[in-house]
């Protein structure tokens, strides 16, 4: 991890840990440049995880109502969800929703598209055209998790923030699990990503020190859905996302979203299609399903792996895009990372 750190350009934290909680783990590096490169970071460091919100947030709180009966995953929405009805997506079914086989757009662009407000974005996602037939192919979307956010906010009765915090963070004592705009009190420990603007622009507030986005999200559309989406929004740290994957192989008693959802989730699921995925999860790139090696990514630099067979996570944290958008270094890191702990 020390030499990978160097390759990267980043501060990294990282762990590894079974059922039962972290086993091993570690931090090296900076925080980052500038005014961050005397900090460094550590297991109780905020990272804005990109779209592993979408495990932490929206993939746990799919189950609880999965669970409960109130979210069919193969009945097409238009049948059962109001919303839908008459329109394209109408055709498409959760487990599409979750697997990137919906056939939705492969692009959000949502300011540009449908301007900046929250009700315009969804009427602008509930009325898109489909970019190719449901299961077709699976082609990664964050208009997935939007929508499925919309689906499940309606069936949940509140905001995905305020679910996910009463299903999820709360009950596993994950207390540096939020949703962004973090307070002023917790920037000392969060890292920071990129440049206010970089993206485009509709960025504004947590820009101190030099413009960095620190405390805000990071991805645009979210930013432009309040923050709060399942797409991304959510900041963790890494000792509270070791409580979540311990979680995720042995549920605790009471857990709304363990047991069957997690074997249904963690098992492949798109017949054949590459990239093969799961339910939310993605079966982990160098690694035959039958394996059972599960990972999820998040664009800022953020991951996570799980393998219910083997009965072990790993989670791997870097702010990558607060240096550049090279994927590379990054990329060979977690492959390599993935081998030692995995095989």
Not at 26 to 32: A, D, I, Q, T
Not at 256 to 284: F, H, I, K, N, Y
Request: hydrophobic fraction near 40%; proline fraction near 7%.
């Amino acid at each position: 991890m020390r030499e990978g750190v160097r390759t990267v350009g980043a501060g990294a934290v990282w762990a590894v840990g079974d059922a039962a909680g972290p086993l091993g783990g570690g931090s090296h590096g900076p925080l980052g440049q500038g005014p961050y490169a005397r900090l460094s970071p550590g297991a109780d460091t905020l990272y804005d995880l990109a779209s592993l919100t979408k495990v932490v947030a929206l993939w746990p709180c799919a189950g609880v109502l999965w669970q409960e009966g109130l979210l069919p995953l193969d009945e097409p929405l238009g049948r059962w969800w109001p919303p839908a009805g008459g329109r394209r997506v109408g055709g498409v079914t959760v487990r599409q929703l979750l697997t990137h086989t919906a056939g939705m757009l492969p692009f959000t662009r949502f300011e540009k598209l449908y301007g900046p407000e929250a009700s315009a974005i969804r009427a602008g996602v509930l009325g898109a055209p489909l970019h190719r037939e449901p299961g077709e192919a699976v082609e990664y979307t964050d208009r997935a998790a939007v929508l499925l956010t919309y689906v499940v906010e309606d069936l949940g009765g509140a905001g995905l923030d305020e679910l996910a915090a009463r299903w999820v963070w709360r009950p596993l004592g994950m207390a540096d699990t939020r949703y962004g705009p973090l307070p002023e009190g917790e920037l000392s420990r969060t890292a920071p990503t990129e440049r206010s603007g970089t993206d485009g622009g509709y960025a504004d507030g947590g820009c101190a020190d030099g413009g960095y986005l620190r405390g805000v999200v990071h991805d645009p559309s979210a930013r432009l859905l309040g923050g709060v989406s399942g797409n991304a929004g959510a900041f963790s740290s890494g000792r509270d996302l070791a409580r979540f994957l311990a979680a995720v192989l042995d549920p605790p008693a009471g857990t709304g979203w363990g047991g069957d959802w997690t074997a249904e989730s963690l098992r492949e699921q798109t017949g054949g299609l590459e990239p093969a995925r799961g339910l939310s999860w993605m079966v982990a790139p160098g690694t035959d399903p039958a394996e059972g090696t599960f990972v999820h990514y998040g664009f800022t630099g953020t991951g996570f792996w799980v393998s219910r067979r083997l009965g072990r996570w790993a989670v791997l944290l870097t702010n990558k895009v607060h240096y550049d958008r090279n994927t590379r270094p990054l990329t060979d890191l977690r492959n390599a990372y993935r081998r030692a702990v995995f095989g």
